[in-house]
């Protein structure tokens, strides 16, 4: 009986190191999976800070996708718009802001909606998300 205790022990540790391996294995390949997508929303973003480059006005711009605490902070206070995480909140901003380039001048410009805070939105169903996505440009005069 002392014999079967004394296994159980090492073999109740195996288990439990098993068991984080796999969850830390499914972690990371979301990790994984959001890390190859970097250049793409690295190219997204380079192509929005060109499109604002040359406008005179004080229009919205995409927050550089290696920002992560501002993704994260900007992620939590818009939850209610979105499943997932904040990578999953980026993922979407990207894949919205590129599905809408031919009206980057309207969404993108001085009179586009724009939303400090979520407690603006009156509707969420009625929200553009890219209007969650951006951040407020301040040209210097």
């Known amino acids: ?6 296994l159980l022990a090492p ?5 439990a190191t098993s068991i984080g391996a796999i969850f ?3 972690q990371g390949s979301k990790d994984g999976k959001y890390r190859t997508k970097i250049p793409t929303y690295k190219k997204i973003y380079d192509q929005v800070k060109d499109h604002r480059k040359e406008k005179g006005d004080d229009g919205l711009y995409l927050v550089d996708p290696n920002n992560r605490e501002w ?3 900007r992620g939590k206070e818009f ?3 979105y499943e997932g995480d904040w990578q999953d909140f980026r993922d979407k901003c990207f894949s919205e802001v590129k599905s809408k380039e ?12 724009y939303y400090s ?6 509707g969420v169903g009625s929200v553009d998300f890219v209007t969650l996505c ?6 210097s005069s």
Not at 1 to 6: A, N
Not at 11 to 15: E, K, L, R, W
């Open 1 to 6: 009986m002392l014999k079967s205790k004394l």
């Open 11 to 15: 073999i109740a540790g195996v288990v």
């Open 24 to 26: 830390y294995a499914f």
């Open 71 to 73: 993704w994260i902070k």
């Open 79 to 81: 939850k209610k718009f």
């Open 102 to 113: 031919l009206d980057w001048h309207n969404i993108l410009g001085e009179s586009a909606n």
């Open 117 to 122: 805070d979520a407690e603006y939105i009156t």
């Open 134 to 139: 951006v951040e407020k440009e301040v040209k």
